[in-house]
Each structure stands twice: as C-alpha cells, then as structure tokens.
C-alpha cells in the first residue's frame, strides 16, 4: 500500500477534533451513547465512529449535536488555529497522539472533566506533580521487570 493510500484512510485531524470534543461534553452532561444516538436518531455504533473521527458529521448533525450538548456550534472547534490565518496555523493542536489517546479512555474523559474544576492552580499543579511522580516510578519499576 503506498503512503498517498494510506493518509487517505487515517481520520482527517480536524474530524477527530471535534468528535472528541462530541466525546468530552457527552460525557461532561452523563450522557450516554445510546442515548445520544436516540435523541440523533442514529445507532450508537455511529455516534461511536463520530467520537473517533472516524466518520465525519454533517453540518446539519452537528448543529443537531449542538442542540442537544447544549453547547454553540464554535465550541466543537475550540483548541484549533484560526483558519482564516492560513494553513500553517490553522492545524494548530488538533487532538492527535498520546493526548488524544489518554482522552479516549474513561478515565481520561473524567480527569480533563474535572480537573479544571479544581479551583486551586496549587493543588492542580500538586496532582500534575503526582501523576508525573507515579508515571516515572511505573518507569522504573518496567525496567526492573
């Protein structure tokens, strides 16, 4: 399979994007897939491959998405460039690699719902600490084993 090929296949980043952004508000109101996909009149195997940036949401749909995460249309693009800016800006930090993975699992989701609740900068900056401690000390323990 040739490279032209296969970029073809991978999720545009932008679709990813907003389908996490779908995935993060869901979860944010306890809203869940079937539900979603109810209120949609989809399957939640759809809302799933839309949460993926697999498939790619309408206009329509996603002002229909909007309509029921209660959220404006703009807030699905919130984190990307601005496009009038040109292309090299406008990619900007699009949900890709290790951040898109994290916030693709449960726990993920729930830590960037809540952790900006935390009123204290002190005390985020303490977990980040601890995260960061825990994650180095898993490290080592894999290169005893």
Same mark, same amino acid.
């Given at each position: ?12 980043? $932008? ?15 306890? $809203? ?7 209120? %949609?009149?989809?399957?939640? &195997? &759809?809302? &799933?491959?839309? +949460? ?16 029921? %995460?209660?959220?404006?249309? @703009? ?10 800016? @040109?292309?090299?800006?406008?990619? @900007?930090?699009? @949900? &890709? ?5 994290? %916030?693709?699992?449960? +726990? ?30 898993? +490290?080592?323990?894999?290169?005893? %084993?």
């Amino acid at each position: 399979m040739n490279d032209r090929m296969e970029s073809d296949r991978s999720p545009n980043p $932008i679709d990813v994007h907003v389908g996490l952004q779908v995935r993060l508000r869901r979860k944010e109101l306890k $809203i869940s897939q079937e539900k979603l996909a109810e209120t %949609l009149g989809l399957t939640f &195997q &759809q809302v &799933q491959k839309y +949460e993926r940036g697999a498939n790619r949401i309408s206009a329509s749909k996603l002002y229909e998405i909007a309509r029921t %995460l209660r959220v404006p249309i @703009g807030w699905f693009f919130d984190g990307l460039g601005d496009p009038s800016a @040109g292309r090299g800006e406008a990619s @900007g930090t699009v @949900g &890709q690699g290790y951040a898109h993975d994290f %916030l693709m699992t449960q +726990e993920g989701a729930d830590l960037a719902n809540l952790f900006p609740k935390i009123p204290q900068r002190r005390v985020r900056r303490r977990l980040v600490d601890l995260i960061r401690s825990l994650a180095e000390n898993d +490290e080592g323990d894999a290169a005893v %084993l």
